[in-house]
């Protein structure tokens, strides 16, 4: 992707709008900056207003249009409202970037409660199928759209205590390819990217520092950990017309980190 997180190439979103669950940090912050600078009238949503308000003041700083909006996607009545406020405020809905979740407790799955499992899964994949299920309704009107979902590298291998995430994550993979089947012949493509160890404040809630980074880094072909851009910049070409013949895809973005095993 080069340095497209760091200078505007063209402003190839000019006249779309853009929403952004949990953009008020990480992947989700990077990423609505990135469609601002691309042109696109970016909608900036999550449970905190004081972050979401950051992003918002920085994509404003440089001269986009930006809106925050207050929701907990695992609630159908916030999701729905989310996306009617996006719409209303904006005049339609083209890019849905479904990134809200949370890493939940992780611990063996002997001492995980029954609300800690419904935690996990009631935003990372219930929040983001109701989100779409609003979202397709928006953009059906509209003849078309795209939305882009976060999963995990998490998905695609496995670490001791991470049942409930992974499950979470996981399923987004399936519910990708049936969507992108379903929502098609409506003109909407769905896809899903699957990150590595990205330095987000999820990574650090983790126990990610500065020594575990350099570990990840030693075992990674690139040789680094991720940065919230490199996801950013991934939805955004997923968003675009480069990407118009690309549905249905669960799209690992790790330095190769999975490549070689852990």
Known sequence: MGNTSQTSIDQRFTGKVALVTGGGSGIGRAAALAYARQGAKVAVAGRTLEKLQETVNLIRDTGGMAIAVVADVSVAAEAEAMVKRTSSAFDGLDIVFNNAGTEGAFAPITELTENDFDHVIGINLKGVWL????????????????????????????????????????????????????????????????????????????????????????????????????????????????????????????????????
């Open 131 to 262: 989100c779409i299920k609003y979202a397709a309704q928006a953009m059906t009107r509209n003849g078309g759209g795209v939305i882009v979902n976060t999963s995990s590298w998490l998905a695609d291998t496995a670490v001791s205590g991470s049942s409930a995430y992974a499950a979470s994550k996981g399923g987004l993979l399936a519910m990708t390819r049936a969507l992108a089947v379903e929502l098609g012949p409506l003109g909407i493509r769905v896809n899903t990217i699957l990150p590595g160890i990205i330095a987000t404040p999820m990574f650090e809630r983790l126990g990610g520092n500065d020594a575990l980074a350099d570990t990840f880094a030693a075992t990674t072909p690139l040789r680094r950990v991720g940065q919230p851009a490199d996801v950013g910049d991934v939805a955004v070409w997923l968003s675009s017309d480069e990407a118009r013949f690309v549905t249905g895809q669960n799209l690992l973005v790790d330095g190769g980190y999975t490549v070689v095993g852990i």
